[in-house]
């Protein structure tokens, strides 16, 4: 079994790095009470994780191809429980959000040398059952989030969904520095700088917008100079990237119909099937009194079906045309999120259940198709790029998708309370309920109990809404742009014709 060791070093970091995507999810409320956090301070904790992860993912695996993909692993892991501890011991939200971001940096490092890593360790039929086992255990890491998060912060405190990771980071760097073998590049270019910076540029001020959009309004001069910032670094991204001999992203990939599909599925997905999560795990806790632990659980109808329906699809649809899996999967995540648009102010987790069961299906169908066919849709010599690309694309969407949908249920809930014209200060309120204060808001007006629950309904029923809206239209562009035959069967690095060594910058898939 000392030939699976350098897959179980892999697996680790993979786990811990995809977990702390959706751990902190059920964490928010206690994170709120314990840190006097706003709502905008609560969507930075979810997002600037994911924006790391995104801005960084590409360039992160250039830098291993070359100095070394163990080396730069390593140092991932190290950084990334430096950064867990430091989380665990904030005093404040600001020094949680700036620790979030460096978690963010080392899971960057981390993603961007799996692929790269298990390559160089297996070859052959043993490659297969490598990507094998660590797709699982991606699967395994969104699923197990919310309740490995809910357990750690009921039975213990938030805190420890940081601290778990200390002991897990030890015992990677230990089996990766015992049975790993360093690799790199030979024909490795430099990193390509001006890109990061530009395309994190674009990125925060986009996000850092929509997230102050709340407090600032549409056409404040702040919300306008932050949306021309980030239109104008896209711009110099763009203009860098054709300049550059070797871009971070090459753009002639989007001179294919098929990869813009699936990048806007993928970019789309993201938004549509998780992004909204993060508010009904308020609601499920602030509101309806559930622990995390309980509410991490309301979850699991998404999680499991997803694993399920992932199975089946890999079996039964294995070489079905990906414009179907992939499109048909989005329409499904679209109805989903429709259904859960049934919520009211007396509904309870049940009204969620049937919603999410068919998001997850929609997930557990669309997922394991959307690597292959952005690989496929592309030339051979790109198609890792094209992989690492997704990748990115469904982080961004992550991040962007809470920043939106947290403006639209924000928007949604203040409308409700000053429509009602119960409480003498509509904004307050607002602000001290999204914040996760709604006891503390019944305990002072016991009276205002109902007009909590049709409030948090009325915002959650407009981010179902949107979220519906644009995994139906994250379908219909596959539908439409993707005509791709089926990728081809085996779904590591080889998969698309490519060595190895060809496509080791290029990240992983999800």
């Not at 897990?168 to 590049?185: D, F, G, H, P």
């Not at 995540?333 to 102010?345: E, F």
Request: glycine share 12%.
């Amino acid at each position: 079994m000392r030939k699976w060791l350098p897959l179980t070093a892999v697996c680790l970091g993979a786990f811990m790095l995809l977990v702390d995507v959706t751990i902190v999810t059920v964490a928010l409320p206690d994170m709120a009470a314990s840190l006097h956090t706003t709502f905008a301070d609560l969507q930075w904790v979810m997002d600037v994780y994911a924006l790391a992860l995104a801005a960084l993912l590409l360039g992160a695996g250039s830098l291993a191809d070359l100095i070394g993909r163990r080396k730069v692993y390593l140092a991932g892991l190290g950084l990334f429980a430096l950064a867990s501890l430091a989380c665990g011991l904030a005093t404040g939200p600001a020094m949680l959000i700036t620790f979030r971001g460096l978690q963010g940096v080392g899971g960057a490092a981390m993603f961007a040398t799996t692929m790269a890593l298990l390559s160089g360790a297996y070859q052959g039929k043993d490659r297969g059952i490598a990507f094998g086992v660590w797709g699982a255990v991606n699967g395994a890491a969104a699923a197990a989030g919310p309740v490995l998060g809910g357990l750690l912060t009921e039975h213990l405190d938030w805190r420890w969904i940081f601290y778990v990771n200390l002991p897990v980071s030890v015992l990677a760097v230990l089996v990766t520095l015992r049975v790993v073998k360093e690799s790199r590049n030979p024909h490795a270019g430099g990193v390509d700088l001006p890109g990061m910076v530009t395309f994190t540029l674009f990125a925060g001020a986009l996000t850092y917008a929509l997230i102050r959009v709340g407090d600032n309004g549409w056409t404040s001069t702040t919300t306008l100079g932050l949306f021309a910032l980030s239109a104008l670094s896209l711009l110099a991204f763009v203009v860098v990237e054709l300049r550059s001999s070797r871009p971070m992203l090459d753009l002639a990939l989007f001179r294919s119909p098929a990869f813009v599909g699936i990048m806007t599925g993928g970019l789309l997905l993201s938004v549509a099937a998780f992004s909204y999560l993060v508010y009904s795990s308020l609601w499920l806790q602030t509101v309806r009194g559930m622990g995390p632990v309980t509410a991490g659980l309301a979850m699991l109808p998404m999680s499991v079906v997803a694993f399920v329906a992932a199975a089946i699809a890999g079996k039964k649809l294995h070489g079905a045309p990906p414009r179907l899996t992939v499109g048909g999967g989005l329409l499904l995540i679209g109805v989903g999120a429709l259904l859960q648009t049934v919520i009211g102010a007396d509904s309870t987790w049940v009204a969620l259940a049937a919603g999410l069961a068919v998001t997850g299906a929609g997930v557990g169908l669309a997922t394991p198709a959307m690597a292959a066919a952005a690989m496929a849709a592309v030339p051979p010599a790109r198609a890792g790029m094209a992989g690492g690309a997704l990748n990115t694309a469904r982080q961004l969407g992550n991040a962007l998708g809470i920043a939106v949908l947290g403006a639209v249920f924000q928007a949604g809930l203040l409308d409700s309370i000053r429509s009602a014209r119960a409480v003498p200060d509509p904004q307050g309120t607002a602000d001290a309920l999204t914040g996760g204060g709604a006891a503390g808001v019944i305990a002072r007006a016991p009276q205002s109990a109902h007009l909590v629950h049709a409030a948090f309904a009325d915002g959650l029923r407009d981010t179902f809404l949107v979220s519906g809206v644009l995994g139906l239209l994250g379908g219909v562009a596959v539908l439409l742009l993707v005509r791709t035959s089926a990728a081809p069967a085996a779904h590591g690095p080889a998969a698309a014709g490519v060595p190895a060594q060809a496509t080791a910058r290029e990240g992983a898939q999800l």
